[in-house]
């Protein structure tokens, strides 16, 4: 059974950074493609990022582009989000998830595995 743990959640001020890190156990981390969606208040969880199981491709939400980037280090089982010039609209809780394959998976039904989520909270 696949666990994931996100971290690095928090209270930060427009204009500022935050690193996301969801930590993988219970398979082989490097058959899995990554992804992170998040919710907002009152709204649907939508995706974000996505990496493929090698780490060379990588997709994006059009709003998060240019600010975001998404990474993974197969040899900590651990992918990442670096989240920069967050806006009060990227306030949510944002989820990693997984599943086996090997492309950059944008749907939410795709996955098969998910973490508890971390808030962040981005002030005005």
């Keep these: 059974q696949?666990?994931?743990v996100e971290s690095g959640g928090g209270l930060v001020q427009a204009g500022g950074s935050l690193r996301l890190?969801?930590?993988?156990?219970?398979?082989?981390?490097?058959?899995d493609a990554m992804g992170w969606f998040r919710q907002a208040p009152g709204k649907d969880r939508e995706f974000v990022a996505a990496i493929s199981a090698s780490g060379s491709v990588s997709n994006y939400q059009d709003s998060v582009k240019?600010?975001?980037?998404i990474s993974r280090d197969n040899a900590r089982d651990t992918v990442y989000l670096q989240m920069n010039s967050?806006?009060?609209?990227?306030?949510?809780?944002?989820?990693?998830?997984?599943?086996?394959?090997?492309?950059p998976y944008k749907e939410e039904n795709e996955y098969d595995y998910w973490g508890q989520g971390t808030q962040v909270t981005v002030s005005s």
Aim: hydrophobic share 35%; charged share 20%; with cysteine.
């Design 21 to 31: 890190s969801c930590a993988a156990s219970g398979r082989t981390f490097s058959s």
């Design 2 to 4: 696949v666990q994931l």
């Design 86 to 103: 967050l806006k009060p609209e990227d306030t949510a809780v944002y989820y990693c998830a997984a599943r086996r394959g090997r492309f």
């Design 66 to 69: 240019g600010r975001f980037a």
